[in-house]
């Protein structure tokens, strides 16, 4: 890494000298959660009157560093300063940041639905007060107008937020935003629940802003959008600093480029020569036909064979969690049919799912996953407790012995059984999940991110757990978001974007740089 | 931090830790015991045979709604319907004994009518999702409610002489409704910890989500719940109205306080998935003992609710501390 910081050092020197000092500089900034480091040195400039995009895969740490930015999280102590309009800063709090010209406008909307336009817009400033002391609702509604009309909106402040639609909601979002006079716009994935139009004017707005001299940093997925408004770009990778640089410099290949080129080290790989050959004849264990959901998943169709495991790429919000959760029958199927073994199936609730074999390792341990009241024993058991009852009693013997066969079988590091769950490291609790799973003898087997928040050791560990799994005969689909894991473990990739299935990559074509292509929507390639 | 210590069995551990592990287990029986000792050096008539009998007579009804509490609230629910459950438990009890019905019958109806109440209260919690303390603070109400309607809003006068010894009866000198107590929380221990339902009842208390995904049916689990203590306050409805040799339809008016009181003081969390039934029929002495404890030192008796009250904070305070 140290020649990689001389790299870093020289690009930015070079490129400070074509250029007016920036509005804000943040240098080397470090930031570590309970020990894990989610930001190496990164550095950013922003310019007024510039669209910067942040780029990088998913946990690449960009929401990290606009939180610092906008002062939400403190960096840590090592790291270098920031410069904002020519002086050090260091944010306390958000509120900080807000009153000297920084907003950020959250992926999620966050106004409180049931207060009005006017009063979300001025909200955590100081409401005036008519001459009884109470607060002075005209001039509330007239303020909030008139940052409205600034963007072209037509909402009428006094209308409660509850009753607008989302592409409303953002607007007044950036309202707010802007009636802070604000200088720095961080604006995080604001497309992503908005339709064409509705981004034409978000561009619009973006266009004017940038003429009033506010620099904005832009966080999207989508490479065309990147490609349309910005005008300089950064891009991190596991919490690094990459590259930054001119977006008429370069292209959406060497964009993905940036954000992947991960190294493909120590992983556990799959050998899946045995499984090729017979997949052609048989009938799929699981065939999807056209499957829709209510709201995301739109038109998938897949099958997976016996032995097989097929990775589910894509970015955050691409519909793969919500596909996955269809077949389990945790969201309503709108269209399309679910196939199993050749026999066609209703799957309307976890119940069902579980009773045609399909297993589901779910995207959060500690929120979907486990029962953190419970031991280890109970948590591995809990799906088979009803056989080992006699006369309706639970039989401690029976169950001890079965759980210590679990903990065996996938190496389960417990100081004991009796251990409650919560005492256990990441890799131990997620291997207690999958143990839960094999004692119903599934024949489909819906991986969620299956090593989140697992360490290095653990994650191998578990690549095998799933490899020896599919052996077995098991067919699996595993979501993940790292691609060397995909890679890695997958016969087959299939890539997911804006709820469509966009590729169906065999092991020997898949690419880092393909299958990100493909998630971004960039299929012209 | 606190699991792992209370788990590791086969580590070596210091005097200290192991100190804190039987607190942690026997924490509030230790409070209990203190108490008992207390009492009988400066109450000396705390002791007597007389006494003990007493308090465990006059504890036993709250004993009995508090076990059905104890599961609702490892569910992460709350039954505030109990005490009006009792109530027209012991009147329908009561008037169909009157009317002729074999004594078992009548008390059996009366039992029913609670497990039907609960199962109500279960269903609205569970299906449409509304929130427990809404559900049975409506049903609270509405029981009693019609408790008033069927008798009038008078007391009904037991006629049959069977029916007195459920509640007022004595077996080899111990009165009955200590043997029904007794039977009650065998059977919940056992149902607790050696039942699929009450695993369920502890997996759906600490994690629903999580319970649903696992496959576990998480609406029966709780319309069980429910149904539970319903059926329990029906019974200690039927033993009420033994006692009191009548079905009064003004009996038991917040006797679900003093169940939840109980409940929380034997540990069990509010927020549901741990707790045990042991631990019930402690806070269940506890506030037994305290009270008849007071009331033997002539404590006023307004200002033995100033001291229960203090002592319900204090021990939640005591709970939350020992697991930080």
Redesign the interface.
């Known amino acids: 890494m140290g020649g990689n910081i001389e790299f870093q050092k020289k690009k930015r020197k070079d490129y400070q000298s074509k250029t007016i000092s920036p509005i804000l500089t943040m240098d080397s900034i470090n930031k570590s959660f309970t020990n894990v480091q989610v930001l190496k040195n990164v550095n950013i400039e922003l310019f007024k009157g510039e669209v910067h995009a942040l780029m990088g895969e998913n946990g690449a740490g960009k929401s990290t560093l606009m939180k610092i930015m906008a002062g939400i999280h403190q960096p840590d102590a090592d790291s270098g300063k920031t410069i904002y309009k020519g002086a050090e800063v260091n944010w306390n709090n958000p509120m900080e940041a807000r009153n000297k010209g920084i907003s950020v406008i959250h992926q999620e909307i966050s106004l409180s639905p049931n207060l009005s336009i006017g009063e979300n817009i001025l909200m955590g400033t100081k409401f005036k007060k008519n001459k009884f002391g109470l607060v002075k609702w005209n001039d509330i509604f007239e303020k909030a107008d008139h940052v409205l009309k600034s963007i072209g909106s037509t909402l009428n402040p006094k209308v409660n937020v509850s009753t607008l639609s989302v592409a409303q909601q953002q607007m007044v979002e950036i309202a707010r935003a802007l009636s802070l006079n604000s200088e720095i716009l961080i604006m995080d994935e604001p497309s992503a629940s908005l339709t064409d139009k509705e981004i034409l004017k978000l561009f619009g707005i973006i266009d004017e802003l940038k003429q009033k001299g506010v620099a904005i940093v832009y966080i999207s997925h989508r490479m065309d959008e990147i490609f349309q408004i910005s005008n300089r770009f950064t891009v991190l990778r596991d919490g690094e600093w990459i590259t930054t640089g001119h977006i008429s410099e370069t292209s959406p290949a060497n964009l993905v480029k940036h954000m992947v080129g991960r190294e493909l080290v120590d992983l556990f790989t799959k050998k899946s020569e045995v499984t090729k050959i017979r997949s052609k004849e048989e009938i799929p264990v699981l065939e999807l036909k056209g499957i829709s959901d209510k709201n995301t998943v739109r038109n998938v169709s897949l099958k997976i064979h016996e032995g097989e495991i097929v990775g589910l790429a894509g970015l955050v919000g691409a519909g793969r969690t919500e596909l996955i959760r269809t077949i389990f029958g945790l969201s309503e199927l709108k269209e399309g049919q679910i196939i199993l073994n050749g026999e066609k199936v209703n799957i309307n609730s976890p119940v069902e799912a579980i009773k045609l074999g399909i297993a589901h390792v779910p995207e959060s341990r500690k929120e979907q996953g486990l029962m953190a009241n419970l031991s280890v024993k109970e948590n591995i058991l809990m799906n088979r407790l009803p056989t080992y009852r006699k006369f309706k009693l639970l039989q401690k013997k029976l169950m001890d012995k079965e759980a210590d066969r679990y903990i065996n079988e996938l190496g389960v590091r417990a100081a004991s059984k009796e251990q409650n769950i919560m005492g256990l490291s990441g890799g131990n609790q997620q291997k207690v999940v999958i143990a839960k799973w094999l004692s119903i003898n599934p024949k489909v087997l819906l991986l969620d991110e299956p090593t989140r928040g697992v360490d290095v050791g653990a994650k191998t560990e578990i690549h095998k757990i799933i490899c020896n799994l599919a052996e077995r005969g098991l067919a699996v689909l595993m979501i993940s978001s790292e691609l060397p894991e995909v890679l890695a473990v997958s016969d087959r990739i299939l890539v997911m974007h804006e709820g469509e299935l966009k590729a169906d990559l065999s092991k020997e074509e898949a690419t880092q740089e393909k299958i990100m292509y493909h998630a971004t929507g960039e299929i012209n390639q | 931090m606190n ?2 210590l ?6 070596e551990m210091s005097w200290k830790k192991r100190s804190k592990i039987i607190f942690d287990r026997l924490g509030m029986l230790i409070v209990l015991l203190l108490l008992i000792g207390i009492m009988s050096i400066f109450a000396p008539s705390f002791t007597d045979p007389g006494n003990i009998m007493n308090i465990l007579k006059q504890s036993s009804i709250t004993a009995i709604l508090a076990a059905g509490m104890t599961v609702v609230i490892l569910t992460g629910g709350i039954d505030l319907s109990v005490g009006s459950i009792l109530a027209l438990s012991g009147v329908v009890s009561v008037m169909l004994s009157n009317a002729g019905v074999p004594v078992p019958v009548a008390m059996a109806a009366g039992v029913a009518v609670g497990y039907a109440a609960g199962a109500i209260n279960g269903y609205f919690t569970a299906v449409p999702k509304l929130p427990a303390f809404i559900v049975t603070l409506g049903s609270m109400t509405y029981v009693r409610g019609l408790a008033y309607v069927i008798t009038g809003g008078y007391p009904v006068v037991l006629i049959s002489e069977n029916f007195k010894f459920i509640g007022a009866g004595y077996f080899l000198g111990v009165p009955t409704p200590v043997y029904v107590m007794t039977i009650v929380y065998i059977i919940m221990f ?1 149902v607790l910890k ?3 339902f009450g ?2 009842i ?2 759906v ?3 629903e ?9 998480v609406e029966r689990t709780l319309i069980h719940a429910y149904s539970i203590s319903g059926l329990l306050a029906g019974l200690a409805g039927v033993v009420m109205a033994s006692r009191l040799y009548s079905g009064q339809p003004m009996v038991g008016v917040a006797s679900e306080l003093d169940a939840i009181a109980a409940v929380i003081l034997g540990g069990t969390s509010f927020v549901g ?2 707790g045990r039934i042991q631990g019930t029929i402690i806070g269940v002495f506890i506030i037994a003992v305290l009270t008849n404890g007071m009331t033997l030192l002539n404590v006023d008796y307004y200002w033995q609710q100033v001291v229960m009250g203090v002592v319900i904070i204090l021990a939640v305070l005591l709970d939350r501390i020992r697991r930080t």
């Open positions: 699991t792992k209370q788990n590791s069995t086969h580590t056992i050696y039942t699929l695993r369920h502890y997996a208390g600490g994690n989500e999580a319970s649903r995904l696992t496959g576990i049916k998935g741990r």
